[in-house]
């Protein structure tokens, strides 16, 4: 038996981090057969007080075949998860897999952040099937 005693495994470390520059960080969800939905905020240092700064002054708009969408800010939720969002749409997501979606977010200063993306088509499973190796843990 080994006994380990007075042994210094700590070390105190001064890290010089650069300084920290706020971000606009923008969560945007575009769910088929839902609203559009999205959390604006900024970034936040890693050694800041918790929580998420709102920005206020924020507008969102998406562009889809054409059609401009205009998010309001207001509390927003969404039943088939716990997630709360600061704006969003009653407009439905459509089921268009091969045409983008422009997002333009602009905060209350002037920032604008923009986004291209398109929704991934569902992958269909038919059928899943267990194989278990002559050597699996695991009996059939």
């Given amino acids: ?6 042994c210094d495994l700590e ?8 300084n920290y520059e706020k971000q606009l960080a923008i969560e945007c969800y575009l769910k088929v057969g839902q609203p559009f939905l999205a959390i604006i905020y900024k970034s936040v240092d890693l050694f800041a007080e918790q929580g998420l700064p709102i920005i206020d002054g924020a507008s969102m708009k998406i562009t889809h075949q054409g059609e401009v969408y205009t998010l309001s800010k207001g509390i927003y ?3 088939t998860n716990t997630k709360v969002y600061n704006i969003g749409t009653s407009f439905i997501c459509s089921e268009s897999y091969e045409e983008d979606f422009l997002i333009l ?7 604008i952040e923009s986004a291209t993306t398109q929704i991934l088509k569902p992958i269909l499973i038919d059928t899943l099937e267990t194989v278990l190796t ?6 059939a």
Wanted: glycine letters at 6%.
């Fill in 1 to 6: 038996m080994t006994i380990f005693s007075n």
């Fill in 11 to 18: 070390k105190e470390l001064d890290l010089a981090l650069p």
């Fill in 77 to 79: 939720s969404n039943p």
């Fill in 105 to 111: 977010v602009r905060d209350g200063n002037g920032w």
């Fill in 134 to 139: 002559p050597d699996s843990p695991y009996k």
